[in-house]
């Protein structure tokens, strides 16, 4: 009895995972935005495009490392599916020019947001992996009118070889 259980269950496990954010990739252009929603769920956030359109975003902030982005145009069918959160798209991030919107709306919101006593502005804090897979975060500074004055990477040293020798 329990065995005929088993492929229910498996079933079940495997379409869970089929309909969480990470299936929003590689989504072939002209796809309705709302098929889309309804094979990946809900977006974290929905964020209006200069060209009329949306972008979907599923961040898997604060604990996961990805953030999937998926652009659609003014009538609603996707012209675009991506992980955002990647040294390359980090640093399209032109110091004194991009503002928290413009950061938000590229990699979605940010594991958390720190101050220091050293900077007057918040920080964006978000973790993401390096080509190495390595863990890291990523920080964006702000000063007080919210335009972004530093970004730059670091190692994510939480659970290394060394934290598990105490």
């Given at each position: 009895?329990?065995l005929?259980?088993?492929?229910?269950?498996?079933?079940?496990?495997?379409?869970?995972?089929?309909?969480?954010?990470?299936?929003?990739?590689?989504?072939?252009?002209?796809?309705?935005?709302?098929?889309?929603?309804?094979?990946a769920?809900?977006?974290?956030?929905?964020?209006?495009?200069?060209?009329?359109?949306q972008?979907?975003?599923?961040?898997?902030?604060?604990?996961?490392?990805?953030?999937?982005?998926?652009?659609?145009?003014?009538?609603?069918?996707?012209?675009?599916?991506?992980?955002?959160?990647?040294?390359?798209?980090?640093?399209?991030?032109?110091?004194?020019?991009?503002?928290?919107?413009?950061?938000?709306?590229?990699?979605?919101?940010?594991?958390?947001?720190d101050?220091?006593?050293?900077?007057?502005?918040?920080?964006?804090?978000?973790?993401?992996?390096?080509?190495?897979?390595?863990?890291?975060?990523?920080?964006?500074?702000?000063?007080?009118?919210?335009?972004?004055?530093?970004?730059?990477?670091?190692?994510?040293?939480?659970?290394?070889?060394n934290?598990?020798?105490?």
């Open positions: 009895m329990r005929s259980r088993l492929p229910a269950a498996a079933a079940v496990l495997l379409l869970a995972a089929c309909a969480g954010p990470w299936s929003t990739m590689n989504i072939p252009p002209g796809t309705p935005g709302a098929e889309v929603m309804a094979h769920g809900r977006p974290t956030r929905i964020v209006p495009l200069p060209n009329g359109g972008r979907l975003q599923y961040s898997l902030q604060p604990l996961g490392r990805e953030a999937y982005m998926v652009d659609t145009d003014a009538s609603g069918r996707v012209v675009a599916s991506y992980q955002a959160l990647n040294e390359a798209n980090f640093n399209r991030i032109e110091p004194g020019k991009w503002t928290r919107a413009d950061v938000e709306r590229e990699f979605g919101p940010p594991a958390w947001v101050g220091v006593a050293s900077w007057n502005g918040p920080i964006y804090t978000y973790r993401w992996r390096d080509l190495a897979r390595s863990d890291m975060f990523y920080w964006v500074y702000f000063d007080p009118q919210g335009v972004a004055q530093r970004a730059h990477p670091g190692m994510e040293f939480f659970n290394s070889p934290d598990r020798s105490r």
